[in-house]
């Protein structure tokens, strides 16, 4: 508009406030379409939509300069003992279990270098992170039947739809990070085998994998450099078009495509319901919940000769003492011990400072009784087997010994799952009636039937 107007009053007529007026109204709308990629370039991506991939262009954006993240390209790993000298035990990882491996990748790293290449169980890997889409993605990078490319990433310093762009320094091509996907090529529109993984904490990984190694890196820092866009309300680097309403858009979720069938479990769902069986593609699945770690693991329900199994939380019984031996009518006549005062024993028969000693100790004693750790167990409802929520294994029942098959349900901010998935669906509705506060109308009902009759 400004340029319209210096153009149709001619040149002549204006002063050199209104020149200058002018430059500046148009230097800031240019900066403002810049900023919302109004010259940005588009690339196609091939999105999940009514169970086929459709087409998009998208826009490409800059967030750093190319190169400023560095892949970690050499892996060095370290004995959980040794991860716990360092990081915290309710330190966020990534946890992979492939091939009778186990490793651990604690977010603070995969924050700081985004990729990492390891060898697990024989396959390398790419196991990636997106700190704006809050997803972690570990991708199978050996050539096989089906694809004819080996990448080996580096960073463009851009995205699309807050997902980073990476480069690969063999082929030369761009690729998406939150669906492994190649932008050009012959190979668009495929993408690289997943890996399932696990976003948890270090404590309950290694619950799970006594065994696993954690990813050693001293050049990163011990704690995530996103912690605080995290708990924002900031969605996404370059804030893109929040298409689906049907929950905020940095609502935690656990997606799962599989045959063209994709869903999404909302934490917020899975808090009320921590346990849902659910068929997706076609492949019945149970979807676990641990609160006290926010963990979401999912695995196909069904043993290895296909028996379908359905699951609920189960309650790890532990086995209770037995009493000494003797007659268990004499227990109860038993001379009671002699119970102490509340605040211990009377000072005169303690030494000097003793008291306080036993004080410290029952302050140490409930702080380590407040760390304990008790993994969520779940049990099927067919043989009534105990089965260990993290890692999937059966450890007591009939089925003692059974593993489940764990299915790529990476976490991801629901504006970024439904950016790639447009047409996902969501498990039925937990029920809410048992969470209503108990109704007052009764009583009040009583009590004015009682002014009443007075």
Not at 171 to 199: C, F, K, M
Not at 213 to 240: I, K, N, Q, W
Not at 366 to 389: C, K, R, V
Request: hydrophobic letters at 35%; one cysteine or more; a negative charge.
């Amino acid at each position: 508009m400004a340029l319209l107007t210096l153009l149709s009053s001619g040149f002549a007529n204006l002063s050199k406030g209104n020149v200058g007026m002018s430059i500046y109204i148009s230097l800031v709308v240019t900066m403002t379409l810049a900023r919302r990629g109004f010259f940005s370039d588009r690339v196609s991506v091939f999105v999940d939509r009514d169970g086929e991939r459709v087409e998009i262009r998208q826009k490409i954006r800059p967030v750093l300069k190319a190169d400023r993240v560095q892949p970690l390209l050499e892996t060095r790993m370290m004995s959980a003992d040794e991860a716990f000298e360092i990081y915290p035990p309710e330190t966020r990882v990534i946890g992979i279990a492939h091939r009778g491996e186990a490793r651990a990748y604690p977010l603070a790293v995969l924050s700081y270098r985004e990729v990492a290449y390891d060898i697990i169980g024989g396959d390398p890997l790419a196991v990636t992170w997106s700190p704006f889409c809050y997803s972690a993605r570990a991708f199978k990078i050996s050539q096989d039947d089906q694809s004819n490319f080996a990448p080996h990433f580096g960073f463009t310093g851009r995205v699309v739809v807050n997902s980073p762009v990476m480069y690969d320094e063999n082929a030369r091509l761009h690729w998406l990070q939150y669906l492994g996907a190649p932008l050009g090529g012959a190979d668009i529109g495929t993408r690289l085998p997943e890996v399932p993984s696990v976003n948890t904490t270090l404590r309950a990984w290694t619950d799970a994998y006594p065994e696993t190694e954690v990813l050693d890196d001293r050049v990163a820092p011990t704690t995530d450099l996103f912690d605080r866009y995290y708990a924002s309300g900031r969605a996404g680097m370059h804030r893109a078009p929040h298409r689906d309403a049907r929950w905020p858009p940095k609502e935690i979720v656990a997606g799962t495509d599989l045959n063209g069938d994709a869903c999404a479990f909302p934490m917020s769902w899975l808090q009320i319901e921590p346990v849902v069986n659910e068929n997706v593609g076609g492949v019945p699945l149970v979807v676990a919940y641990e609160e006290h770690t926010a963990s979401v693991m999912a695995f196909k329900a069904e043993t290895g000769d296909g028996r379908k199994l359905t699951f609920e939380v189960g309650v790890w019984d532990e086995p209770e003492d037995e009493p000494a031996d003797g007659d268990p009518e004499d227990w109860d006549d038993e001379e009671p011990e002699e119970e102490l005062p509340e605040d211990g024993l009377p000072e005169n028969e303690l030494e000097d400072g003793a008291q306080d000693e036993l004080e410290e100790e029952e302050d140490w004693d409930d702080e380590d009784e407040g760390d304990e750790y008790e993994p969520m167990m779940l049990y099927d409802a067919e043989t009534g087997s105990q089965w260990h929520a993290t890692n999937g294994t059966c450890v007591e029942g009939e089925l003692a010994g059974e593993r489940l098959e764990p299915v790529a349900a990476g976490l991801s901010f629901w504006f970024a799952w439904t950016n790639f998935h447009p047409s996902t669906r969501l498990p039925p509705r937990p029920d809410l009636s048992g969470l209503a506060p108990e109704s007052k109308e009764s009583d009040d009902f009583d009590d004015e039937d009682t002014e009443d009759d007075d």
